[in-house]
């Protein structure tokens, strides 16, 4: 049974940070292009950042390029998002995702993963 399970949500003034993990099981984690998105109250999910199975080769949404920074540890099978910088537009739930679609792709994507996490949540006051 594949899992994935994040944690390191919170609350977090403006202008701080959070390191969000994700942690996989029961997958062959070198398969799958690792992901964040997020989707805020009364919005559609939105594309946050995608690395492949390489470990290379990362893409992020416009909003979060040079405040986010997305890892993944094949060992650990776990995937990181490094969120700094934090804007109270950042306030969502983030949902881990997997895929066998190609990382360059996942941008404008708001489903269509193999797996998802079920999200930690992510306040940012003003």
């Known amino acids: 049974q594949v899992q994935l399970a994040e944690s390191g949500g919170g609350l977090v003034q403006a202008g701080g940070s959070l390191s969000l993990s994700c942690a996989a099981s029961?997958?062959?984690?070198?398969?799958?292009?690792m992901g964040w998105f997020r989707q805020a109250p009364g919005k559609e999910r939105e594309f946050v950042a995608v690395?492949?199975?390489?470990?290379?080769?990362?893409y992020y949404a416009d909003s979060v390029k040079g405040r986010f920074t997305i890892s993944r540890d094949i060992v650990k099978k776990t995937v990181y998002l490094q969120t700094n910088s934090l804007k109270p537009e950042d306030t969502a739930v983030y949902y881990c995702?997997?895929?066998?679609?190609?990382?360059?792709?996942?941008?404008?994507?708001?489903?269509?993963?193999?797996?998802w996490g079920k999200g930690t949540l992510v306040t940012v006051s003003s």
């Open positions: 690395i492949s199975w390489s470990g290379y080769t990362p």
């Open positions: 029961g997958v062959t984690f070198s398969n799958y292009n």
């Open positions: 995702a997997a895929s066998s679609l190609s990382s360059s792709s996942w941008r404008g994507l708001k489903g269509g993963m193999d797996y």
